[in-house]
């Protein structure tokens, strides 16, 4: 019986996937492409907790699937916390190992233009957003530019 050459190429293209080949070099898959959402996406949001005057969840959607964006959690905290003045909520967000600084720095400024920094219609009174020194970290608090680096 003769096979055709679509399913032919389909049953190939079949068996390299799963064998783990691409049509991609493994330094360009390592990196993550500026429109693909992040691992966080794909994860399971967690459930939320609830405490006195407070609440802490899984990042929004539209924060978690940005390009980059690791892990991360939204909180209401009450007011008299020891971490940040005042009451408001909390945006703290984990980028993947490797992501570049400039990538950082415009994941902390993008999330602010979604609503989720200082003054914006989500009531944020601090934001954070990097993984260490090599990917640098960004945060956002009232009364400071936005987006400042962490030192």
């Not at 055709?4 to 493994?26: I, K, N, Y």
């Not at 992040?38 to 802490?56: D, I, M, N, V, Y």
């Not at 690791?70 to 971490?83: A, F, I, L, T, V």
Request: with cysteine.
């Amino acid at each position: 019986m003769p096979v055709r050459p679509a399913a032919a190429l389909a049953a190939a293209t079949a068996v390299l996937a799963l064998a783990g080949c691409t049509g991609t070099d493994r330094a360009a898959a390592g990196a993550a492409s500026p429109e693909q959402p992040g691992p966080a996406c794909s994860a399971a949001p967690s459930p939320s907790e609830s405490w006195l005057g407070g609440w802490r969840k899984s990042l929004p959607d539209e924060v978690r699937c940005l390009p980059h964006v690791s892990s991360g959690y939204y909180m209401r905290q009450p007011s008299g916390s020891d971490e940040v003045e005042g009451e408001g909520n909390v945006v703290m967000v984990t980028v993947e190992p490797g992501t570049a600084r400039e990538q950082t720095l415009a994941l902390c400024r993008r999330i602010t233009e979604l609503g989720y920094g200082i003054d914006g219609p989500n009531e944020v009174v601090f934001l954070s957003v990097g993984n260490g020194e090599e990917t640098g970290s960004y945060f956002s608090m009232p009364g400071q530019e936005t987006c400042l680096m962490r030192l």
